[in-house]
């Protein structure tokens, strides 16, 4: 089945610690996305890829990096500089023609 | 910059009543319109998407028209059923960068 599959589920992090949370897609689309969500608010952009080896900040993207190098994977790190990292996060892919997004099931940060 | 506003939550519903979630948007330019269903824990599904002026979206009974002269995107569904419960987010495509901005969502709670 195609998709998009984030992995872990649930992770748990100390303060202090970066963490690498994994997005990868089998849909052979070119375009991938980070977002944060925030109970009762909206999704906000953190970064996003248009073709590997590049990529471009979205709107909060201080304290959070990314790389893109294959076409299948898009992995976010939230390191030490993000001042308040407890969220979930979604990763999502897009074709270049269509400006439609699907979406991965989702990471639940937590710091503990 | 581009914005999207939903109605606040949440929409409380006895099963097979009739379904309305406001949606208005502020935009340059012409953008494509999407209505999002997150359930609980889970990533965000694609419920429908309309792409210019007057076009209906439609998808497992649920309709939204995209109306240029009202910016509005409301989602609509004639009988709603236990099942339906979950969050419904309005989102519109920035068409130059591919990139989505979301309304807040909208819970709805759908009793026996």
């Known amino acids: 089945d195609g998709g998009i599959t984030q992995s872990p589920k649930y992770l748990f992090r100390k303060e202090g610690q970066n963490v690498t949370l994994s997005c990868e897609q089998n849909l052979n689309h070119d375009a991938m996305y980070w977002y944060r969500q925030d109970p009762g608010q909206g999704l906000r952009l953190i970064y996003y890829s248009q073709i590997v080896n590049d990529f471009q900040k979205g709107d909060i993207a201080e304290g959070y990096s990314v790389s893109r190098e294959k076409k299948e994977s898009f992995p976010l790190t939230v390191t030490s500089a993000q001042k308040n990292p407890t969220a979930f996060y979604l990763c999502a892919s897009s074709t270049q023609i269509t400006d439609t997004q699907y979406f991965g099931p989702g990471t639940r940060l937590t710091v503990l | 910059g581009d914005s999207v506003t939903q109605m606040e939550g949440p929409v409380t519903l006895s099963e097979e009543a009739f379904l309305t979630i406001n949606c208005t948007y502020t935009a340059t330019g012409y953008p494509s319109l999407f209505w999002y269903v997150q359930y609980p824990g889970e990533g965000l599904q694609l419920l429908l998407k309309a792409t210019k002026a007057d076009d209906k979206g439609s998808n497992k009974g649920f309709e939204a028209t995209y109306r240029k002269e009202t910016t509005s995107f409301h989602l609509e569904k004639g009988s709603v059923q236990v099942s339906d419960s979950a969050v419904y987010f309005c989102?519109?495509?920035?068409?130059?960068?591919?990139?989505?901005?979301f309304g807040t969502g909208t819970r709805l709670l759908v009793s026996p």
């Open positions: 989102a519109l495509s920035d068409r130059g960068f591919q990139k989505l901005v």
